[in-house]
Structures are given as structure tokens and as C-alpha cells.
């Protein structure tokens, strides 16, 4: 089995050493002998939780090692945080807020606190005004400027203002009205929005825009084209409210927009975008799912909520997902952490975790402002099977990289092509099987031999056949894709980030190092803009907006 030598062991608990040890003993082992030592493996390391199954059996752990991981979480005072999180703490530190997206999923009808003051009404007031407005569409009340209902939502968004309501259209299109269309407008691209457009009737077109901020350039110049096109159409300004929507915690700059401040749905400083599906930014999802089952993504996600909250440590899914995590990352020097969700529903599951998991670890300042000594995030990647395993399984069975996997199996399949979806299960496990196992040369003669081979081409063929096995996954599954389920699936990959920021010591919850982008986004657009190379440019800089002025005939 190749390790990298890239480890970097959390030497600030005093527990790291001994997981340095095991990590040497795990490496004179392999899960097949793991297994055969223990015929309880699989639900010794199995957890049931919100209507969840992980099985974390294929990982390179037994009962010493997992003990001393989770004497890592409570040395990082896990516990602890847990409860500062839930209690409306400002654990945001360098943005002074709280952290409570799950009080936007709370249903234990307890009040929770941000200085001093209960959130909880206001959380209960504001989604009574999703389901009034929702209730409007569905039931053909709302009418755009021609008298005519609406028929195609575009949700203008980007980041956490885009992403978890992406995933959670498409994981729930099972449940979609038949009579209206999602469409999204993302990117700063006029590709994107042409093609948008296109597809819409501007009569029965309604917007949301969908900024927590209402600052954010591609959605704010996105908003701006729609309105144009709109007018295009023959829109009156005057029907503006009828077309436009917006979500947004800057009531102000959005009413500054033109929207109507009736039609300005609001959220609160301590959602973090990426956290913020749960709340108005999420308006999309009863739109067009129903009311009822945006209840059950929240619900789904609650039960997760409770059993990161009061399962032990040991029994608990978040935080035996994040304390492998670590294992591999720090201990074994995996970089990256591929998520293959076996469900076309999922297909953008992975993009978004990548927000949620990049942009709150990617960070190497701890709380207290000291520089990490170790690896943070994770490269997040995946998408669905069986489709990766035409693609990149090759590098994850035989690759020179160690790569731990989660595979997510919904046991059940929504449509009626059964013998199709039981292939596809069957796939999700026979890999993890694969990587666990790998092939051995002994196999590989064997049937070569059988096939009828001579013995120098069964030598020759050997070591390019021979799989080395003793890849780690979990398999995380569940009944069927349903809001329950999929509101459970986001928060315990919500949860996992969260203990994994805490094991190593940083902020999960702000994002400097986007804003810097931005910044030099909007000093280098003035130069296209002006056809004009600013001379304190770096020389790369300044040749690539020379060839921007250039091939637009600009110079
Ligand atoms: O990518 C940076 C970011 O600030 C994200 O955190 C956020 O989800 C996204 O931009 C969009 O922000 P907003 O909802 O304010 O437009």
C-alpha cells in the first residue's frame, strides 16, 4: 500500500503520538485481515442515525486506534463546541457572529438565544411568508404583467446563494410541480445567461435574486441583465414586482435595487452562505417541490441536528466521518477526499460540499491568529456513479494516490427501472469491495490460467493486473432520496466540516481569502473597461490585459 510521506500529526494534543504509533501498525496490516480477525466488524463500525446508515467497516482503524481518535476529540474539546455552536455562541470570531443555521431547522420549540434574544419567532414569521408566496404561485395568484401565471423560476445566485438550493432541486426532482421549471443564472458569463433566456417565457417568468449580501458583483450584474431583457420583452418597469423577488440580510441595498420591500425575503447575519439553504435563500425549494416537503428537508436535517447534539462521541456519525477524515489527512497525508454518490439526484451533491468543506477549511490561521503546523481542508471531489467509474476509478484502484472515499447508496430508486438501479447499487458496493480487496497475483494467475494463458505472458501480465487493495471508504445509504433523507445527508457533511475545523483549531465560518479576489477582480475589470494597463501591473498581468484589449479591437 502507498502512504504518502506528506503526514502532518496534530503534535498540539498529546494523543497524536500514540496516532502516530497506530498508523505505523495499521501499515503491517490490511482491512482484509482486519475483517478476518473480527466477524462483528461491519456493525461494530456501523451507526444508524436520521433515517442514515455509514458504514465506516472498510477503514483502516480497530478498536485502539478509534479510541485514541476520539481522545483526539476530546482534547479539541469537541464536546464543548458542539454546545457553543447550538447555544448561539459567537464562534465566528473574526466576524463576530453566531453560528445557527440549525435553529433554521429547529423544531423542539425551545428558544434560541443571540444576545440574549430568542431567534425563534422571527425564524417561524419568515417562513410563514415562504409558504404565503408559495402558496401564491401554486395556487395561480400571483400574476406576472400579461394576467398570466407563472410557469419557469430563475434563481440568480452564486456560492451558498446558488449550490445547496442546485443540489437540492435536483436530488428532490421526484417531487417537482409538473407545471414549473427551475432555471438558474450563476455565473458572470453571458453565456450562462443567454442560454437562460432562451428557455424562458418572460410572461410567466418570475426572478429571485438571491444574495445574502445584495453585493455580490456576478449576481447584482446578472440581476441587472435580467431586468434589461425583461424590458427587452416588454415588461413595464412598473410590473417589476411582479417579475422580481429578492432574499437578502441587506433589506436596504436590495429595496436600493428596485425590488419591493414586500417582496424582500429576509436572513440573518448568522447564516453563513454556505450554511444557508435552510433559510429564505433556499425560497426556490418549496417553489418547486412543495411547502410540505421543504418541512421535511428541515425535519430530516433537525434529526441530524439531534444526534450530533447528544449522541456519545463513539456512536456519533458527524464525528466518526470527521475523526477519519483527520486520520487520513494528517496521519496518512491524503490530500484529497473523493464523494461518489450512486444517484443521479446527487449529481451536484459534490460541488456543493465543495463549498461548504473548502471554503470553511481551506484556512491555515487558527483562532487564536498562530500560523497551522499540519494540513487543513481537503481537496473535495466526486461525482456520480457509475459514471466516475469510467473515468477516474483506474487512479482510486491502482493510482499512486491515497485517496479515502465516501460512497452515498440510496437503496431504493424513485422510477421503475429496477433492474437498472439494482445494478447500480450492486456497482457502489462491489467498489468499495474492490478497494478494499484488490486482486493478488495468485487470483490473477489463477484465472489467467484458466482463460488458457501461457506462463510468460501470465509473468509479463501480473503487475499491471495486480490491484494493491486496502483502500478505505464508508458507505453511507439510506432508504430512498427523499427530503427527509436529503436534509439529514447535508447536515451530517455540515456537521463532519464542523468537527473537522475544530480538530484543527480554525474558523469554519468566515472566508477571507475570496474577498481578495474580488478585490483585485474589480481593479483589473476598471482596465478592460477603460482599455487602459495600469503601470503598476505585474509584467503577466499586464501582457494578458494587453491581449484582452487586443483581441477585442480595444487598443
Ligand atoms: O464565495 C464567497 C461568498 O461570499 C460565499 O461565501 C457566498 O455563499 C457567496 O459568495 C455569495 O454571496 P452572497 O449570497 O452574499 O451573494
Given at each position: 500500500?502507498?502512504?504518502?510521506?506528506?503526514?502532518?500529526?496534530?503534535?498540539?494534543?498529546?494523543?497524536?503520538?500514540?496516532?502516530?504509533?497506530?498508523?505505523?501498525?495499521?501499515?503491517?496490516t490490511t482491512l482484509e485481515k482486519l475483517f478476518a480477525a473480527s466477524s462483528d466488524r461491519f456493525t461494530r463500525y456501523s451507526i444508524e442515525a436520521a433515517d442514515l446508515f455509514l458504514d465506516y467497516s472498510k477503514n483502516l482503524i480497530d478498536e485502539t486506534t478509534l479510541n485514541h481518535l476520539l481522545h483526539l476529540a476530546e482534547q479539541a474539546s469537541l464536546p464543548e463546541a458542539i454546545k457553543a455552536?447550538?447555544?448561539?455562541?459567537?464562534?465566528?470570531?473574526?466576524?463576530?457572529?453566531?453560528?445557527?443555521?440549525?435553529?433554521?431547522?429547529?423544531?423542539?420549540?425551545?428558544?434560541?438565544?443571540?444576545?440574549?434574544?430568542?431567534?425563534?419567532?422571527?425564524?417561524?414569521?419568515?417562513?410563514?411568508?415562504?409558504?404565503?408566496?408559495?402558496?401564491?404561485?401554486?395556487?395561480?395568484?400571483?400574476?406576472?404583467?400579461?394576467?398570466?401565471?407563472?410557469?419557469?423560476?430563475v434563481n440568480i445566485g452564486i456560492g451558498g446563494s446558488y449550490l445547496g438550493i442546485k443540489t437540492v432541486i435536483d436530488a428532490l426532482k421526484p417531487y417537482h410541480r409538473n407545471n414549473l421549471q427551475a432555471h438558474f443564472i450563476v455565473n458572470i458569463d453571458p453565456g450562462d445567461i443567454a442560454h437562460v433566456c432562451k428557455a424562458l417565457d418572460p410572461e410567466r417568468t418570475l426572478f429571485i435574486i438571491a444574495s445574502k449580501s445584495f453585493g455580490t458583483l456576478e449576481t447584482l450584474e446578472n440581476a441587472l441583465s435580467a431586468k434589461e431583457w425583461m424590458q427587452q420583452q416588454g415588461m413595464p418597469e412598473a410590473a417589476t414586482a411582479q417579475h422580481f423577488v429578492a432574499v437578502s440580510s441587506n433589506i436596504k441595498k436590495a429595496v436600493a435595487f428596485g425590488i419591493a420591500e414586500e417582496n424582500i425575503f429576509p436572513l440573518w447575519d448568522w447564516v453563513g452562505g454556505r450554511y444557508s439553504l435552510w433559510s429564505t435563500i433556499g425560497l426556490l425549494i418549496p417553489l418547486l417541490a412543495g411547502f410540505d416537503n421543504f418541512i421535511d428537508?428541515?425535519?430530516?436535517?433537525?434529526?441530524?441536528?439531534?444526534?450530533?447534539?447528544?449522541?456519545?462521541?463513539?456512536?456519533?456519525?458527524?464525528?466518526?466521518?470527521?475523526?477519519?477524515?483527520?486520520?487520513?489527512?494528517?496521519?496518512?497525508?491524503?490530500?484529497?477526499?473523493?464523494?461518489?454518490?450512486?444517484?443521479?439526484?446527487?449529481?451536484?451533491?459534490?460541488?456543493?460540499?465543495?463549498?461548504?468543506?473548502?471554503?470553511?477549511?481551506?484556512?491555515?490561521?487558527k483562532v487564536n491568529g498562530e500560523s497551522v503546523t499540519y494540513h487543513t481542508g481537503a481537496v473535495i471531489w466526486g461525482n456520480t456513479g457509475t459514471n466516475g467509474q469510467h473515468a477516474y476509478h483506474q487512479l482510486l484502484h491502482q493510482g499512486s494516490r491515497f485517496i479515502p472515499i465516501d460512497f452515498i447508496v440510496p437503496l431504493t430508486s424513485h422510477y421503475h427501472f429496477s433492474e437498472q438501479h439494482t445494478?447500480?447499487?450492486?456497482?457502489?458496493?462491489?467498489?468499495?469491495?474492490?478497494?478494499?480487496?484488490?486482486?493478488?497475483?495468485?487470483?490473477?494467475?489463477?484465472?489467467?490460467?484458466?482463460?488458457?494463458?501461457?506462463?510468460?505472458?501470465?509473468?509479463?501480465?501480473?503487475?499491471?493486473?495486480?490491484?494493491?487493495?486496502?483502500?478505505?471508504?464508508?458507505?453511507?445509504?439510506?432508504?430512498?432520496?427523499?427530503?427527509?433523507?436529503?436534509?439529514?445527508?447535508?447536515?451530517?457533511?455540515?456537521h463532519k466540516v464542523f468537527v473537522q475545523g475544530i480538530l484543527w483549531q480554525i474558523n469554519s465560518f468566515d472566508q477571507w481569502g475570496v474577498e481578495l479576489g474580488k478585490l483585485l477582480g474589480n481593479k483589473i475589470f476598471t482596465q478592460l473597461a477603460k482599455h487602459h494597463v495600469n503601470n503598476d501591473e505585474d509584467t503577466s498581468t499586464k501582457g494578458l490585459i494587453d491581449r484582452f484589449l487586443h483581441a477585442n479591437n480595444l487598443q
Amino acid at each position: 500500500m502507498l502512504f504518502s510521506d506528506n503526514s502532518t500529526p496534530l503534535n498540539q494534543y498529546t494523543i497524536s503520538n500514540a496516532l502516530v504509533k497506530d498508523k505505523a501498525r495499521m501499515q503491517t496490516t490490511t482491512l482484509e485481515k482486519l475483517f478476518a480477525a473480527s466477524s462483528d466488524r461491519f456493525t461494530r463500525y456501523s451507526i444508524e442515525a436520521a433515517d442514515l446508515f455509514l458504514d465506516y467497516s472498510k477503514n483502516l482503524i480497530d478498536e485502539t486506534t478509534l479510541n485514541h481518535l476520539l481522545h483526539l476529540a476530546e482534547q479539541a474539546s469537541l464536546p464543548e463546541a458542539i454546545k457553543a455552536m447550538f447555544s448561539g455562541e459567537k464562534i465566528n470570531t473574526t466576524e463576530q457572529r453566531a453560528v445557527l443555521h440549525t435553529a433554521l431547522r429547529n423544531f423542539d420549540n425551545k428558544p434560541v438565544l443571540v444576545d440574549g434574544k430568542d431567534v425563534m419567532p422571527a425564524i417561524c414569521q419568515v417562513r410563514e411568508k415562504m409558504q404565503e408566496f408559495t402558496d401564491k404561485i401554486h395556487n395561480e395568484t400571483w400574476k406576472g404583467w400579461t394576467g398570466k401565471s407563472i410557469r419557469h423560476i430563475v434563481n440568480i445566485g452564486i456560492g451558498g446563494s446558488y449550490l445547496g438550493i442546485k443540489t437540492v432541486i435536483d436530488a428532490l426532482k421526484p417531487y417537482h410541480r409538473n407545471n414549473l421549471q427551475a432555471h438558474f443564472i450563476v455565473n458572470i458569463d453571458p453565456g450562462d445567461i443567454a442560454h437562460v433566456c432562451k428557455a424562458l417565457d418572460p410572461e410567466r417568468t418570475l426572478f429571485i435574486i438571491a444574495s445574502k449580501s445584495f453585493g455580490t458583483l456576478e449576481t447584482l450584474e446578472n440581476a441587472l441583465s435580467a431586468k434589461e431583457w425583461m424590458q427587452q420583452q416588454g415588461m413595464p418597469e412598473a410590473a417589476t414586482a411582479q417579475h422580481f423577488v429578492a432574499v437578502s440580510s441587506n433589506i436596504k441595498k436590495a429595496v436600493a435595487f428596485g425590488i419591493a420591500e414586500e417582496n424582500i425575503f429576509p436572513l440573518w447575519d448568522w447564516v453563513g452562505g454556505r450554511y444557508s439553504l435552510w433559510s429564505t435563500i433556499g425560497l426556490l425549494i418549496p417553489l418547486l417541490a412543495g411547502f410540505d416537503n421543504f418541512i421535511d428537508l428541515l425535519k430530516g436535517a433537525h434529526a441530524m441536528d439531534k444526534h450530533f447534539q447528544t449522541s456519545a462521541m463513539n456512536a456519533n456519525m458527524p464525528v466518526i466521518l470527521g475523526l477519519l477524515g483527520v486520520w487520513y489527512h494528517n496521519y496518512f497525508g491524503a490530500e484529497s477526499y473523493a464523494v461518489l454518490p450512486y444517484d443521479s439526484g446527487l449529481e451536484t451533491f459534490t460541488n456543493h460540499l465543495q463549498q461548504v468543506d473548502m471554503e470553511s477549511n481551506g484556512k491555515t490561521v487558527k483562532v487564536n491568529g498562530e500560523s497551522v503546523t499540519y494540513h487543513t481542508g481537503a481537496v473535495i471531489w466526486g461525482n456520480t456513479g457509475t459514471n466516475g467509474q469510467h473515468a477516474y476509478h483506474q487512479l482510486l484502484h491502482q493510482g499512486s494516490r491515497f485517496i479515502p472515499i465516501d460512497f452515498i447508496v440510496p437503496l431504493t430508486s424513485h422510477y421503475h427501472f429496477s433492474e437498472q438501479h439494482t445494478h447500480l447499487v450492486a456497482n457502489a458496493f462491489a467498489q468499495s469491495q474492490a478497494l478494499m480487496s484488490g486482486e493478488s497475483p495468485q487470483r490473477i494467475k489463477e484465472s489467467l490460467r484458466a482463460q488458457g494463458k501461457d506462463e510468460a505472458t501470465i509473468q509479463t501480465l501480473i503487475p499491471h493486473k495486480k490491484t494493491p487493495g486496502n483502500r478505505p471508504s464508508n458507505t453511507i445509504t439510506m432508504q430512498q432520496l427523499n427530503p427527509a433523507t436529503m436534509g439529514a445527508l447535508l447536515a451530517l457533511y455540515e456537521h463532519k466540516v464542523f468537527v473537522q475545523g475544530i480538530l484543527w483549531q480554525i474558523n469554519s465560518f468566515d472566508q477571507w481569502g475570496v474577498e481578495l479576489g474580488k478585490l483585485l477582480g474589480n481593479k483589473i475589470f476598471t482596465q478592460l473597461a477603460k482599455h487602459h494597463v495600469n503601470n503598476d501591473e505585474d509584467t503577466s498581468t499586464k501582457g494578458l490585459i494587453d491581449r484582452f484589449l487586443h483581441a477585442n479591437n480595444l487598443q
